[in-house]
């Protein structure tokens, strides 16, 4: 009986008597100490590097790369960027077939990016449009949201071929 209640009045529900904290003896714990064990138990969000697997979101026919290399910066890629990477499963009547490197445009990446405004975006998963040396996309439609961020990177062909703009 206490255990279910414990675990129904507990937010974190990392433990029966509060998650990570020694200072309250009971059952409940205050806000901050719920925020503080949450971020410690958050995953830590990286740039996209060498063996990242990414999802492609266009209609090239590709279904999922991975990352051979960040065109820019030494740490990785983020959102904007361009990497070169390895088709890893594909449509089988695609454009593209599988084991061939190709160039993409990172248009999904979960490492948060700071706006002006003081916002953050941040995504769920790692997404891709596969595009040419020149910036040109191989697909016709890129599907689920796109942030206006690419605007800044010139690739405005990708955002009018989006649906959604984030």
């Keep these: 009986m206490a255990a279910s209640f414990a675990s129904r009045c507990s937010r974190a529900g990392r433990s029966l008597f509060g998650g990570l904290s020694n200072s309250s003896p009971g059952l409940f714990t205050t806000t901050h100490e719920m925020t503080c064990s949450n971020y410690l138990f958050q995953q830590q969000r990286n740039f996209i590097q060498m063996r990242t697997v990414l999802k ?35 449509h089988p009547n695609g454009k593209v077939k599988k084991g061939s490197t190709v160039f993409a445009v990172v248009v999904r990446a979960a490492m948060p990016k700071g706006r002006c405004d003081g916002s953050e975006v941040k995504f769920d998963d790692n997404a891709v449009v596969l595009v040419d040396k020149q910036g040109q996309p191989i697909g016709t439609r890129v599907f689920g949201p796109v942030p206006h961020e690419l605007r800044q990177k010139k690739h405005v062909k990708i955002l009018t071929l989006a649906g959604h703009i984030a």
Excluded: F
């Design 56 to 90: 492609v979101v266009d209609n090239s026919g590709a279904k999922k790369v991975m990352c051979i290399h960040a065109l820019k910066g030494k740490k990785g890629a983020r959102l904007g960027d361009m990497i070169k990477a390895s088709v890893k499963e594909a």
